[in-house]
Structure formats: structure tokens, C-alpha cells
């Protein structure tokens, strides 16, 4: 139990566009996620929370018209990447929230390298 | 600002020999949390320590949670080569149980 989808797996775009990123949970729902960055070599930045049906909550220093959320079901948030440029360039890892909240569920993660 | 800080940052150890890995937070949190990562692969759950005095052990791994000291440790007991992964900490804070992670271990076991 407890599996998380992220789609794409690997994405390469160019400086300017806008990427979509997919996460869902298969086989639970959840109220509750998370968006997660990691650049090489270094640990894992929390970039927002997010509850189904409202605004998420970006942390400091996280540009929430740059990084879009939208969260619109119990199993499925999307997070857009606007106008990415390659300081964007980064491993992006989504989690949902487990029962009581006791844990995290966390997905495969989407590789992301903008040219 | 709420800091998490495993020590050491890197580990190159023999296998067969024991060695622990330390992780301080600077904030109040009952709730702890250990992954394994490996290049280019998310996050796998190691361990998840809930209250104070907690000691959980899975195989060659121990970890415990000292929630007064803000210390949590990950012991590895005769180490082999397939224990080679980064190992990260998490601190969760808040009701809604965000997730802070320390700074990594990179740790490399030499047959």
C-alpha cells in the first residue's frame, strides 16, 4: 500500500517554457501533500503544503507565482514550474500525508533540467 | 530559523565495523523520522520514531530519538557494502506535520 505516482519521470525543457509535474497517490487519498526540491548533492528543501481544495502554503523564500500548485482531489496535485530557467533545474519529489499524520508517503521524484 | 544537522556529512567505513550517525534539530518535535536514498532514487523509509526514548531496529540498523536533547542517532552495527546510500533525517513540525530534513550522510562502505 501506500504508492506514489509521479509523472514525468524526467523532463528536459527550454529556458522560458513551463513544465507540469504530476504527482497522485494510487491506492490511498489524502487530504494533505507536500512538494519537495532537491539539487544535486544536497538534501531535501520543503517548497509548500497544500490541502485539497485550498491555496498552499509556500515556504520562505519559495515564489509561489513561479511554482504553481493545484491540488484538486484527495489523490492528484500537479506543480507547475512557470518560465523555468535552469537555476530551476533540480529533482522535484512529492508525499502525501498518511493516516494521522504520523508520516509521509513520498513519490519517485521528477528530474527536471532546463537548457 | 529551524536547523537540522546530521554529523558527520560523510562516512567511509569498513565493512564489518560499527559507527553512528547523529542528527540535531533546533526546534521542539516529538516526531523523527530516518530515509535511505540512493543516486538518483526518491526516498525510502527507514524508520519512524513518534515520543521520546523511542528505539526502533531494523537489521544492521538501530536508530533512537531523544526528544529533550533534540538528538536523534543511527547506529550501523558490522557494516556491508549494500548499506551505501545517503541517510537523512526528518523533523516533522506543526499540525500540519511538515517535514524538515537535516543535511544528508553520505555513507560508503569499503569491502
Known amino acids: 500500500g501506500a504508492v506514489v505516482s509521479q509523472h514525468p519521470s524526467r523532463v528536459i525543457c527550454k529556458s522560458g517554457t513551463s513544465v507540469k509535474i504530476e504527482c497522485r497517490s494510487l491506492?490511498?487519498?489524502?487530504?494533505?501533500m507536500f512538494w519537495y526540491r532537491q539539487f544535486p548533492k544536497q538534501s531535501l528543501m520543503l517548497m509548500a503544503t497544500?490541502?485539497?481544495?485550498?491555496?498552499?502554503?509556500?515556504e520562505q523564500g519559495v515564489e509561489k507565482d513561479k511554482f504553481l500548485i493545484n491540488h484538486a482531489s484527495l489523490t492528484l496535485s500537479t506543480l507547475t514550474v512557470t518560465s523555468a530557467h535552469p537555476e530551476d533545474s533540480s529533482f522535484y519529489i512529492c508525499?502525501?500525508?498518511?493516516?494521522?499524520?504520523?508520516?509521509?508517503?513520498f513519490g519517485p521524484g521528477t528530474r527536471l533540467l532546463v537548457l | 530559523e529551524l536547523k537540522v544537522e546530521q554529523n558527520p556529512l560523510f562516512l567511509s567505513m569498513q565493512e564489518g565495523k560499527n559507527y553512528t550517525i547523529y542528527c540535531n534539530y533546533s526546534?521542539?518535535?516529538?516526531?523523527l523520522y530516518w530515509y535511505r536514498q540512493d543516486p538518483g532514487k526518491s526516498l525510502e523509509s527507514l524508520f519512524v520514531?513518534?515520543?521520546?526514548?523511542a528505539v526502533k531496529q531494523e537489521g544492521r540498523l538501530m536508530a533512537s530519538l531523544d526528544t529533550k536533547a533534540r538528538l536523534s542517532t543511527l547506529h550501523i552495527t558490522a557494516a556491508v557494502h549494500d548499506l551505501s546510500a545517503t541517510y537523512f533525517c526528518?523533523?516533522?513540525?506543526?499540525?500540519?506535520?511538515?517535514?524538515?530534513f537535516g543535511t544528508g550522510t553520505s555513507l560508503t562502505v569499503i569491502p
Open positions: 526528518a523533523v516533522a513540525v506543526g499540525s500540519g506535520n511538515q517535514f524538515y
Open positions: 508525499s502525501w500525508a498518511g493516516a494521522k499524520q504520523e508520516t509521509q508517503y
Open positions: 497544500s490541502n485539497e481544495g485550498s491555496k498552499a502554503t509556500y
Open positions: 526546534t521542539t518535535s516529538d516526531r
Open positions: 491506492d490511498f487519498q489524502a487530504t494533505t
Open positions: 520514531l513518534l515520543s521520546n526514548g
